[in-house]
């Protein structure tokens, strides 16, 4: 009798698990943009992104900061890359380094190394330049 709630409860938890989505590397397009540069230069990457959970208790003055929980979905490991990017004068520096999130994982967001604002999924990119589109993964050509 004890048995069928526990394991309703089981299946249930497994349901909303999988329909959560959950912090995770996800491909991501930055749009990189110099004035001494001719380009714009859209570079292919991944960045940590899902959900953490987080709690803030109305009742944080009652009870204490406890209640207070704000973790984010952010990098466990990553990678450094840097590009080079093209048109730019020959006094410009013309590097680029950006991040490649390799796994991810929720917990407080550290403000000295990561972006910590939330990102609306329709921001287009700002560039008054052409684009060139960059691929550092392995098997594709540099730019297109």
Same mark, same amino acid.
């Given at each position: 009798?004890?048995?069928?709630?526990?394991?309703?409860?089981?299946?249930? @938890?497994?349901?909303? @698990?999988?329909?959560?989505?959950?912090?995770?590397?996800?491909?991501? #397009?930055?749009?990189?943009?110099? &004035?001494?540069?001719?380009?714009?230069?859209?570079?292919? #990457? #991944?960045?940590?992104? @899902? %959900?953490?959970?987080?709690?803030?208790?109305?009742?944080?003055?009652?009870?204490?900061?406890? %209640?207070? *929980? &704000?973790?984010?979905?952010?990098? &466990?490991?990553?990678?450094?890359?840097?590009?080079?990017?093209?048109?730019?004068?020959?006094?410009?520096?013309?590097?680029?380094?950006?991040?490649?999130?390799?796994?991810?994982?929720?917990?407080?967001?550290?403000? &000295?190394?990561?972006?910590?604002?939330?990102? #609306?999924?329709?921001?287009?990119?700002?560039?008054?330049?052409?684009?060139?589109?960059?691929?550092?993964?392995?098997?594709?050509?540099?730019? *297109?």
């Amino acid at each position: 009798m004890m048995f069928a709630p526990v394991v309703v409860a089981g299946i249930l @938890g497994l349901l909303v @698990g999988t329909a959560v989505p959950m912090c995770v590397p996800t491909e991501y #397009t930055l749009y990189v943009e110099k &004035q001494e540069c001719d380009y714009c230069v859209a570079i292919n #990457t #991944t960045i940590c992104m @899902g %959900f953490c959970f987080s709690r803030d208790s109305n009742m944080k003055e009652l009870v204490g900061p406890r %209640f207070l *929980i &704000q973790r984010s979905c952010t990098y &466990q490991d990553v990678e450094y890359r840097t590009a080079d990017l093209p048109g730019c004068a020959p006094h410009a520096d013309s590097h680029f380094t950006y991040p490649i999130a390799l796994s991810c994982h929720c917990s407080m967001c550290n403000t &000295q190394s990561d972006e910590c604002a939330h990102k #609306t999924r329709f921001s287009a990119a700002k560039c008054s330049k052409p684009v060139r589109h960059l691929y550092p993964y392995p098997g594709q050509s540099d730019y *297109i």
